[in-house]
């Protein structure tokens, strides 16, 4: 009997030894600064990245970083739960999103490119031809001047940033053909590499030495090429905020867009930044100059 | 007149003992709540989120589980969405049952090893075994199936190796020790006398195998199956990857396809809570969750007549 009290004091103290931890933890973060951010895994890298050193160099300051994809970082950011929502597309062109209640902060610009396996012995494609191999014209890759292998279409998710970007720029509007639908660009590269035949899409940053990225037109997918769009397919990497941006939000958004991190963390991680661009594309694709000889 | 009053009291009063278990039955009950809470609510919400699809959206029921399209971004000819889900519907029965049929010989011959032919090596080697594989996590199935399943496939049987067969194969390994220890349970209850009177009237210990302890322990299989049947059927990682995630009615088995879980798997992230997108991948959730309903129910049915 008195060992079982014991257990029971014991497992009391416990309880509210615990409960007085949690009370005091949630007594301190709220006395420091921490803000959310949630969305795109194209953009996670950066901000995750940019979080560290500033909450390194802004002592008492979180910066909390979450994926989910373009769609949870939109929702969540039109519904107020989180400071910051990631995302790959404008807000407007977002289904269910009311983009006049968000602001749009631009801090980087990610290429892509499509991608093939190294087998298909295709280099280089007019958009024409892409076309007709992601809506299924063309099924073999001897008809755009490859190895005779059946065209492995893979795809990103649907709703997925990179997919949008890609159909719009890349397929002229045009929707690709169902098939198989990857949920990650990491996956699909590694799908792309061992599968005979496949073609897919991923940001620059993904290319490496096991798949062979394709020149559309002759232009071959570099960073320079994206700054002047002669390389159409990219996209604006977008914080959103719900309103103007206050406190902390407001100061770490403005350290993203600061030349510091633009002219470092950007350009490490992959992406480019916004000031190398030599154009400026709005939500319905317009392309203008930007100003200035 | 006092003394009899303070009798009165004593003895009304709750014994210590009483008031334990009072306070026991409490926690109890309250425990129960809280978890008949928790199943309601979730029943409740992906219901509710589920049926959007068919009072806010105006998706008619028939089409979204007969069509064939499944591409909530667009609308048809109508201005309908196109949100067929019958590949998927199709996509995750093919594969439960494949892997069901295939996982079950094996899972019952292991079973009857165990059991009946050497008691004594299976619960030493077969029974630790069975239990280790039941505690891999999916993930881990899934890598292997991308990276040993999927080429194999390819080699065999061409196309790109993903597809319903390379999903059958994960899930048959995956549900084998699952039902493997559900079986040998089944086979363990046949009580000893059973056997006994069978060999003793004179049957060999296959036929006493065969037409004595395999039908007595009928039901007790079919819940193992069933069972199974149910995991397979919710799966979603390991199977998402290696099935290819095609929205598209299964043409053969080594042809990208896609079931319940994968497409929402994929889909939940790309998605805004509220719009018809999401709640399309609710109702596909929504049919999970009355197709694993079902699954428990049958067990239900299958363990009331094994009782009679």
Same mark, same amino acid.
């Given at each position: 009997?008195?060992?079982?009290?014991?257990?029971?004091?014991?497992?009391?103290?416990?309880?509210?030894?615990?409960?007085?931890?949690?009370?005091?933890?949630?007594?301190?973060?709220?006395?420091?600064?921490?803000?959310?951010?949630?969305?795109?895994?194209?953009?996670?890298?950066?901000?995750?990245?940019?979080?560290?050193?500033?909450?390194?160099?802004?002592?008492?300051?979180?910066?909390?970083?979450?994926?989910?994809?373009?769609?949870?970082?939109?929702?969540?950011?039109?519904?107020?739960?989180?400071?910051?929502?990631?995302?790959?597309?404008?807000?407007?062109?977002?289904?269910?999103?009311?983009?006049?209640?968000?602001?749009?902060?631009?801090?980087?610009?990610?290429?892509?490119?499509?991608?093939?396996? !190294? !087998?298909?012995?295709?280099?280089?494609?007019?958009?024409?031809?892409?076309?007709?191999?992601?809506?299924?014209?063309?099924?073999?890759?001897?008809?755009?001047?490859?190895?005779?292998?059946?065209?492995?279409?893979?795809?990103?998710?649907?709703?997925?940033?990179?997919?949008?970007?890609?159909?719009?720029?890349?397929?002229?509007?045009?929707?690709?053909?169902?098939?198989?639908?990857?949920?990650?660009?990491?996956?699909?590269?590694?799908?792309?590499?061992?599968?005979?035949?496949?073609?897919?899409?991923?940001?620059?940053?993904?290319? =490496?030495?096991?798949?062979?990225?394709?020149?559309?037109?002759?232009?071959?997918?570099?960073?320079?090429?994206?700054?002047?769009?002669?390389? !159409?397919?990219?996209?604006?990497?977008?914080?959103?905020?719900?309103?103007?941006? !206050?406190?902390?939000?407001?100061?770490?958004?403005?350290?993203?867009?600061?030349?510091?991190?633009?002219?470092?963390?950007?350009?490490?991680?992959?992406?480019?930044?916004?000031?190398?661009?030599?154009?400026?594309? =709005?939500?319905?694709?317009?392309?203008?100059?930007?100003?200035?000889? | 007149?006092?003394? @009899?009053?303070?009798?009165? &009291?004593?003895?009304?009063?709750?014994?210590?003992?009483?008031?334990?278990?009072? $306070?026991?039955?409490?926690?109890?009950?309250?425990?129960?709540?809280?978890?008949?809470? %928790?199943?309601?609510?979730?029943?409740?919400?992906?219901?509710?989120?589920?049926?959007?699809?068919?009072?806010?959206?105006? %998706?008619?029921? $028939?089409?979204?589980?007969?069509?064939?399209?499944?591409?909530?971004?667009?609308?048809?000819?109508?201005?309908?969405?196109? %949100?067929?889900?019958?590949?998927?519907?199709?996509?995750?029965?093919?594969?439960?049952?494949?892997?069901?049929?295939?996982?079950?010989?094996?899972?019952?011959?292991?079973?009857?090893?165990?059991?009946?032919?050497?008691?004594?090596?299976? #619960?030493?080697?077969?029974?630790? %075994?069975?239990?280790?594989?039941?505690?891999?996590?999916?993930?881990?199935?899934?890598?292997?199936?991308?990276?040993?399943?999927?080429? #194999?496939?390819?080699?065999?049987?061409?196309?790109?190796?993903?597809?319903?067969?390379?999903?059958?194969?994960?899930?048959?390994?995956?549900?084998?020790?699952?039902?493997?220890?559900?079986?040998?349970?089944?086979?363990?209850?046949?009580?000893?006398?059973?056997?006994?009177?069978?060999?003793?009237?004179?049957?060999?210990? $296959?036929?006493?195998?065969?037409?004595?302890?395999? &039908?007595?322990?009928?039901?007790?299989?079919?819940?193992?199956?069933?069972?199974?049947? #149910?995991?397979?059927?919710?799966?979603?990682?390991?199977?998402?990857?290696?099935?290819?995630?095609?929205? *598209?009615?299964?043409?053969?088995?080594?042809?990208?396809?896609? @079931?319940?879980?994968?497409?929402?798997?994929?889909?939940?992230?790309?998605?805004?809570?509220?719009?018809?997108?999401?709640? #399309?991948? $609710?109702?596909?959730?929504?049919? *999970?969750?009355?197709?694993?309903?079902?699954?428990?129910?049958?067990?239900?049915?299958?363990?009331?007549?094994?009782?009679?």
């Amino acid at each position: 009997m008195s060992r079982k009290r014991w257990v029971q004091g014991f497992i009391v103290i416990a309880l509210v030894a615990l409960g007085g931890y949690a009370y005091q933890t949630r007594q301190v973060s709220h006395a420091r600064e921490s803000i959310t951010a949630v969305g795109s895994t194209a953009l996670q890298p950066l901000v995750e990245a940019a979080g560290e050193q500033y909450t390194g160099e802004h002592l008492g300051t979180f910066v909390n970083v979450q994926g989910g994809g373009t769609g949870t970082g939109l929702s969540q950011i039109q519904e107020g739960a989180v400071q910051i929502g990631n995302s790959d597309l404008f807000a407007g062109e977002q289904k269910g999103i009311k983009a006049n209640q968000l602001v749009d902060h631009r801090v980087a610009v990610v290429g892509i490119t499509p991608i093939v396996n !190294k !087998k298909v012995g295709v280099t280089n494609l007019s958009t024409a031809q892409l076309i007709k191999v992601f809506t299924g014209e063309v099924k073999n890759w001897r008809e755009v001047g490859g190895a005779n292998l059946p065209i492995v279409l893979i795809n990103r998710a649907q709703g997925s940033g990179t997919r949008a970007t890609f159909e719009q720029f890349g397929l002229q509007g045009r929707r690709s053909k169902t098939a198989q639908e990857q949920d990650s660009s990491g996956m699909v590269r590694s799908i792309v590499a061992t599968t005979p035949g496949a073609i897919s899409y991923v940001a620059f940053s993904y290319v =490496d030495k096991t798949v062979q990225d394709l020149a559309i037109n002759h232009v071959e997918p570099t960073e320079d090429n994206v700054t002047t769009n002669d390389w !159409k397919i990219w996209s604006y990497e977008h914080l959103y905020t719900k309103g103007q941006p !206050k406190g902390l939000t407001a100061k770490f958004i403005h350290y993203v867009q600061s030349a510091a991190v633009q002219r470092t963390l950007v350009r490490q991680l992959g992406y480019l930044s916004p000031d190398q661009m030599t154009v400026d594309r =709005d939500v319905h694709g317009q392309v203008t100059k930007i100003g200035g000889e | 007149m006092k003394s @009899t009053q303070q009798l009165e &009291r004593q003895l009304k009063r709750h014994s210590k003992a009483a008031r334990l278990e009072n $306070w026991g039955r409490f926690i109890s009950f309250s425990a129960l709540l809280l978890i008949v809470a %928790v199943v309601v609510g979730i029943i409740g919400f992906v219901a509710s989120k589920g049926i959007a699809t068919f009072t806010t959206n105006h %998706v008619s029921l $028939w089409d979204f589980l007969t069509e064939k399209t499944w591409n909530p971004n667009i609308k048809d000819a109508h201005g309908n969405p196109e %949100v067929g889900a019958l590949p998927m519907i199709v996509g995750s029965f093919l594969i439960t049952i494949l892997s069901a049929i295939v996982a079950t010989p094996f899972a019952i011959g292991t079973a009857v090893f165990m059991n009946e032919i050497s008691p004594n090596r299976g #619960a030493k080697i077969l029974q630790p %075994v069975t239990e280790l594989l039941v505690g891999i996590p999916s993930v881990v199935y899934g890598f292997i199936g991308l990276s040993v399943v999927v080429p #194999a496939t390819r080699a065999i049987f061409g196309g790109s190796g993903f597809g319903i067969l390379s999903g059958t194969c994960v899930l048959f390994v995956m549900i084998l020790p699952t039902v493997t220890s559900m079986s040998a349970d089944a086979l363990k209850s046949v009580p000893r006398y059973y056997r006994e009177a069978s060999l003793a009237l004179g049957a060999t210990q $296959w036929q006493t195998i065969y037409k004595v302890v395999l &039908r007595a322990a009928t039901p007790g299989l079919m819940t193992a199956v069933v069972f199974g049947m #149910a995991r397979a059927f919710g799966e979603a990682l390991a199977v998402q990857m290696v099935i290819g995630n095609a929205a *598209l009615m299964p043409s053969s088995l080594v042809a990208p396809s896609s @079931t319940l879980t994968s497409v929402l798997t994929t889909g939940i992230g790309n998605t805004v809570m509220g719009s018809l997108q999401n709640n #399309a991948l $609710w109702s596909l959730a929504l049919v *999970l969750l009355l197709m694993s309903l079902v699954f428990n129910l049958i067990i239900r049915l299958i363990g009331r007549k094994g009782r009679m």
